[in-house]
Nanobody, 117 residues
Framework: VQLQASGGGQVQAGGSLRLSCVAS????????MGWYRQAPGKERELVATMDSGDVPDYADSVKDRFTISRDGAKNAVELQMNNLKPEDTAVYYC????????????WGQGTLVTVSS
C-alpha cells in the first residue's frame, strides 16, 4: 500500500486547511486509516482515525475543530482542520492498517502544516 498525502500549507490562526491522503496498491489491507502529527521536538501523536465502519475518533486536542472523512471511491481519507491554532503546527502523516488490532503498517510521506499567530 502506498499513501500519498497532500494539502499542507501555511495559515493564520483561526484559518482552515484540508488534508487528503490517497491510498493505492492493496487497499483492502488498509481499512483503518488515520492521521498523526509530529511537532518540532515532540513525539508523534495520533490526531484522528477512521475505522473500517467509518466511525471517527479524535484526539481531545482537536475535537470539535477537525473532521476526518473517507471517500471510498477514491480510496482516500481527508482531514478538515478548522479554527487552527499555532500549536497545531506540525508535520502531518497519513497512516493505514488492516484493522484496529493491527499495527499502523503503512505511512505517507508527511505534509507540513504551519499556523502563525
Amino acid at each position: 500500500v502506498q499513501l500519498q498525502a497532500s494539502g499542507g500549507g501555511q495559515v493564520q490562526a483561526g484559518g482552515s486547511l484540508r488534508l487528503s491522503c490517497v491510498a493505492s496498491g492493496s487497499v483492502f489491507t488498509a481499512n483503518h486509516m488515520g492521521w498523526y502529527r509530529q511537532a518540532p521536538g515532540k513525539e508523534r501523536e495520533l490526531v484522528a482515525t477512521m475505522d473500517s465502519g467509518d466511525v471517527p475518533d479524535y484526539a481531545d486536542s482537536v475535537k470539535d475543530r477537525f473532521t476526518i472523512s473517507r471517500d471510498g471511491a477514491k480510496n482516500a481519507v481527508e482531514l478538515q482542520m478548522n479554527n487552527l491554532k499555532p500549536e497545531d503546527t506540525a508535520v502531518y502523516y497519513c497512516a493505514a492498517r488492516l484493522n484496529e488490532r493491527d499495527v499502523w503498517r503503512y505511512w505517507g510521506q508527511g505534509t507540513l502544516v504551519t499556523v502563525s499567530s
